[in-house]
């Protein structure tokens, strides 16, 4: 039930665009393109997610030039829909092959590629639309950040909440001081991973209609195994539920509390340290645990005093037995429906929770809607509409017009989605060293306190797929 929601039913778009925070006056659309020209958009990752691109680039007024997926039997509806166009297995074929033809790519792809397309999208000019979690892991979502700065292209990630007008009020009302100093943040779970499990040794016959080695792109090559598949709990592949939903589920706090800022600096300044520290339910090399809790502490921003973020996950059950639940309960002030309670609908299954001294912000799992608590304190309260804050056209039509030199997405690589993913994939560290404070230096980004830990930042990448 929770992977299959819907984003329409979750994401109120409107029809009336505003401006954002960045315009890139420098892109290479701005000079190339006018505001009523189709886009040639490039698909990669077609089956599966990729899906809802396939079926809305029509809707949304763009030409789909090329499509590529490894894996021909997954992708096959898509392919269908689409019979003129050129179709790929290696998205390098196709960029190279049809360089010219190409202005932007989305990237729909499992966790371990996205950085390895979206970074030769970008390095030949593309403006590249990524699925969330954006990276696989820290180094990654730094360089992806880097290369789009340096490259002017218009860059947006699919955490599509961000794109509701109820995000932008409750970014508005944390701004404004409704709810008061904000101290702490709790975001929360109750999908866990699958722990620690056998490592796949047996060989099976590769599908005809499967390219293995593509799959497998930047991660270390192994005998074809279908449990290798079920890739979001392995570490090789996934990024866990931190990085699948923690995307989403933390955006609300990273954008109200201006934790996005600390990265808005020059590598001549002092070290600003993000300290990050996980309890969890085993340690593997090869898988995510079951259920983590993962703080982070940042220093003041401004006015804004310092901040302690918490991620717990973990099934319904384990995160009763950990006290969390009834933590949660508490500053909510009601029993969560975690499908034992009220509807019984797991309404409240993922969520965040912005506390302040005066109130808090209860976020829903997308951080698409909100609920200011308690509820009769701020009955009169605005929340439907941001008073200053631009609106949204939704997340894709947001970057196809900065494609075409509009003002940036707010979940773009530079001032967003980049950062973002530097912190939330910094958890994933921390699972591996459980108890150790571990401190990144968002300058340099490095962790200077642990060595060991601070080589996990980055992959070892299989020859060929350097980046």
Not at 101 to 126: E, Y
Not at 150 to 169: L, Y
Request: with cysteine; net charge positive; hydrophobic share 40%.
């Amino acid at each position: 039930m929770k992977a299959n929601t819907k984003r329409r039913d979750f994401l109120l778009v409107t029809v009336k665009g505003g401006l954002g925070f960045v315009v890139l006056r420098d892109s290479l659309s701005a000079r190339t393109y006018r505001a009523n020209q189709k886009l040639n958009v490039a698909i990669v990752g077609c089956g599966g997610r990729g899906m809802w691109f396939v079926s809305n680039i029509k809707n949304w007024g763009q030409n789909l030039v090329a499509m590529c997926d490894v894996d021909e039997q997954k992708a096959a509806e898509a392919f269908k829909m689409f019979p003129e166009v050129p179709k790929f297995q290696d998205f390098r074929k196709m960029l190279d092959e049809m360089d010219k033809q190409i202005d932007a790519v989305i990237v729909s792809t499992p966790d371990h590629t996205h950085a390895v397309i979206s970074v030769r999208a970008m390095r030949m000019g593309k403006h590249v639309f990524c699925e969330k979690p954006l990276a696989h892991n820290v180094y990654e979502a730094r360089l992806m950040r880097q290369v789009a700065r340096e490259k002017k292209v218009a860059t947006q990630k699919g955490n599509q909440g961000v794109s509701s007008p109820q995000f932008r009020i409750g970014v508005e009302l944390v701004w404004n001081g409704v709810i008061g100093e904000v101290k702490e943040i709790h975001v929360w779970n109750t999908g866990g991973d699958p722990g620690k499990r056998p490592r796949p040794t047996e060989e099976f016959p590769i599908p005809p209609h499967f390219n293995w080695d593509l799959w497998l792109g930047p991660a270390p090559y192994r005998p074809y195994h279908p449990n290798w598949l079920r890739w979001h709990g392995w570490r090789d592949f996934g990024t866990g539920q931190l990085g699948n939903w923690g995307s989403h589920t933390t955006a609300l706090a990273f954008k109200a509390l201006k934790l996005d800022t600390f990265w808005q600096v020059g590598e001549s300044e002092e070290a600003k340290i993000l300290r990050v520290k996980a309890l969890c339910s085993d340690v593997d090399e090869d898988s995510y645990p079951q259920w983590e809790i993962v703080q982070w502490e940042f220093p003041a921003r401004g006015t804004m005093p310092p901040v302690t973020v918490n991620w717990y996950k973990g099934s319904a059950d384990i995160l009763q037995k950990l006290g969390v639940r009834q933590k949660l309960e508490d500053i909510i002030g009601r029993k969560l429906d975690w499908g034992d309670v009220g509807e019984k609908k797991w309404r409240d299954w993922a969520g965040s929770l912005i506390v302040g001294s005066s109130g808090a912000i209860y976020g829903t799992g997308h951080s698409a809607t909100i609920e200011l608590l308690p509820t009769e304190k701020f009955k009169d309260v605005n929340t439907k509409r941001p008073e200053k804050l631009p609106l949204s056209r939704g997340p894709e039509m947001d970057w196809f017009e900065a494609c075409k030199g509009g003002p940036a997405p707010w979940s773009n690589f530079i001032d967003f989605a980049g950062p973002q993913a530097e912190f939330y994939l910094l958890g994933n560290v921390a699972t591996l060293f459980p108890d150790e404070w571990l401190e990144y230096d968002i300058v340099k980004g490095m962790i200077v306190n642990h060595p060991e830990a601070n080589r996990r930042l980055k992959r070892t990448y299989r020859q060929g797929w350097e980046l």
